[in-house]
């Protein structure tokens, strides 16, 4: 019989899992740097001396976007090691969306724990769990790409006040106005300024980098003989580090000079300040701009297709969701409007993806298409994982999801608001346990109630216009499904009372017409007799986890199996010994036969 995943029950007492947590949390997450850092000694000098100083708790580092400031942060910190005696912590934030409402979730609260391998419980606010876990700490928190989470920079003030061995350092297009901040404002790499001598222009940080990667798109480019024109080129960027990546890459098919010529011809407002935020932003478009118009009407719409992407993604995405081909994502990689890593997976900076995400929205349909085309794919990816998340393979299904998570989370999003007939049973008995095992219950809550909400939606309207009973009845499972899970993340995360009436709204809305049904049902009853055992009312609980076997013993054998469990803690805590005794005997028994 087909296995189905059970959770895990009971609740780890938080001190034990916060000292497991500390064994296995490493010295640093800092990802690693493949190309070699160029330049940044003032810089590095002066971060060191700022987090060395006992006053200085927060330090922003603030730019442009494309100055370079998550490498200089990264390699930065790394000096910092011997000085922090539990390690530097990294946290990427630029692909963590902004709270859409204040009744949200800080985003920054999961992000940070995701970095230090924290899951939460019930009991204290998600945000306090964090603090006390922190104040037992001596360590550097890196907060990455902080620019799109500026209604978070109270909890950034609270955290630097009450984890007090802790130093924040962010890296930021804006600052985040707070009184603790310091703040180190970076500028491009420096660039001669006027007519040098060759030799001594050289050394110049900006034309070593234009150096650097030109090499590596061209080996025969000679550097005396295109020297003047690169001078130009860096002046023209004003010694922005994207904007001489970018240029360099042109090396291949372009002289300098054409090169100096293109740019000049849409950026001349780079001679302007860049303090004030629109030019900073149009600074850095027109050197986007210069490298778009190079690109093929297909590579152009290609390359908009692939902004739907969050994270990264593989070959095979890209071709189904893009129509993308080996050979363009090759070409968008020499032209650097991609990366590609040792495993194979693309990327896309996320100042490119969003720029190019422009233009894909100007083109209604097409970005119509995308979308669906995106969902479809993860959603389609996720529910194959079900099948390895309940069997033997649960670590490889894992890391499956787990590599494309931002991915499918954007599809979940997008489906739940656009078709969310699309979110199958598999998708959700494939997120269900892979959100338990990461300990994500936050998360989980709040995902299944947005789909169960709008399924509900969905279902309400079916009803109405009097479709097929079998679209009706599928929306219907579909709702059932997702308020039990959101149910069972409610009590993962202390909300007995709300789990309560979410488990009971559910018990009276599905009628058991399938295997699916009866699978469901007997979880959001098994979970009900789980809630009231937890809660001491063993009474209750009782008939509930009857109730709930029986259902799953019709669904699934596995199922059916493990809902025993709860049943024989129950019958033992109420006396009843040989009641415990014959369901533990009828447990093994099952299990044993399942192998």
Not at 34 to 52: C, D, K, N, Y
Request: hydrophobic letters at 40%.
């Amino acid at each position: 019989a087909r296995g189905e995943f059970v959770p895990r029950f009971g609740l780890p007492t938080e001190m034990s899992q916060a000292e497991e947590q500390d064994q296995e949390t490493p010295k640093h997450n800092l990802p690693a740097q493949i190309m070699p850092f160029v330049g940044r000694e003032v810089e590095m000098a002066q971060i060191s001396e700022r987090l060395t100083d006992p006053t200085c708790r927060l330090l922003t580092i603030l730019a442009a976007g494309g100055m370079g400031k998550t490498r200089l942060a990264i390699k930065a910190a790394q000096a910092q090691l011997p000085n922090f005696t539990d390690g530097l912590v990294y946290v990427s934030l630029a692909p963590i969306p902004a709270a859409k409402s204040a009744e949200e979730l800080n985003p920054l609260v999961g992000a940070i724990a995701d970095a230090l391998n924290m899951s939460f419980h019930g009991g204290d606010t998600p945000e306090n769990q964090l603090f006390n876990h922190l104040k037992r700490k001596e360590l550097l928190l890196i907060l990455d790409n902080f620019e799109h989470l500026l209604n978070a920079v109270d909890f950034v003030s609270q955290l630097v006040q009450q984890a007090t061995d802790v130093k924040v350092l962010v890296t930021s297009r804006e600052r985040l106005n707070l009184q603790e901040e310091w703040l180190l404002t970076l500028r491009g790499l420096p660039f001669p300024q006027q007519q040098l001598p060759k030799e001594v222009a050289k050394q110049f940080n900006a034309v070593q980098l234009f150096m650097q990667r030109a090499k590596q798109v061209k080996a025969t480019f000679d550097m005396n003989e295109e020297l003047s024109a690169i001078l130009e080129i860096c002046r023209l960027v004003e010694g922005l580090p994207l904007g001489i990546e970018l240029a360099a890459a042109w090396v291949q098919q372009l002289p300098c000079a054409e090169i100096a010529n293109e740019i000049a011809a849409e950026i001349q407002f780079l001679s302007s300040s860049l303090h004030n935020i629109p030019q900073r932003h149009r600074s850095i478009e027109a050197v986007f701009m210069q490298s778009w118009q190079k690109l093929t009407e297909p590579e152009q719409a290609i390359m908009a297709k692939l902004s739907i992407f969050r994270g990264g993604f593989d070959r095979h995405a890209a071709k189904t969701v893009a129509n993308a081909s080996l050979t363009q994502l090759h070409t968008l990689v020499n032209k650097s409007f991609l990366s590609v890593g040792h495993s194979g997976r693309y990327a896309i900076h996320e100042l490119i993806r969003q720029f190019a995400a422009r233009n894909l929205t100007s083109l209604n349909k097409v970005e119509s298409e995308t979308n669906d085309a995106h969902a479809y794919y993860f959603l389609n990816l996720l529910a194959k994982q079900r099948s390895k998340l309940e069997g033997s393979k649960l670590l490889e299904g894992a890391t499956t999801i787990e590599q494309d998570i931002d991915n499918i989370r954007t599809a979940l999003d997008y489906a739940a608001s656009h078709h969310v007939h699309r979110i199958d049973f598999s998708v959700g008995w494939a997120l269900f346990p892979f959100l338990e095992l990461k300990g994500w219950f936050l998360e989980g809550e709040k995902l299944f109630s947005l789909i169960a909400k709008q399924a509900k939606l969905a279902y309400t309207q079916l009803e109405n216009s009097k479709v097929s009973s079998n679209a009706t009845s599928a929306i219907q499972l579909l709702w059932v499904q997702h308020h039990v899970f959101a149910g069972y993340f409610q009590i993962r995360i202390g909300q007995m009372d709300r789990a309560e009436q979410t488990l009971q709204e559910a018990g009276t809305l599905l009628p058991l017409t399938s295997e699916e049904a009866h699978l469901i049902t007997g979880l959001g009853l098994s979970l009900l007799g789980l809630l009231y055992y937890q809660t001491g009312r063993l009474l209750h609980a009782k008939p509930y986890l009857r109730k709930g076997s029986i259902h799953q013993k019709q669904a699934a054998d596995y199922a059916y199996a493990c809902s025993l469990v709860p049943r024989v803690q129950t019958a033992r805590y109420l006396g009843d010994y040989e009641e415990s005794r014959r369901l533990l005997i009828e447990c093994k028994k099952n299990l044993d036969e399942l192998g």
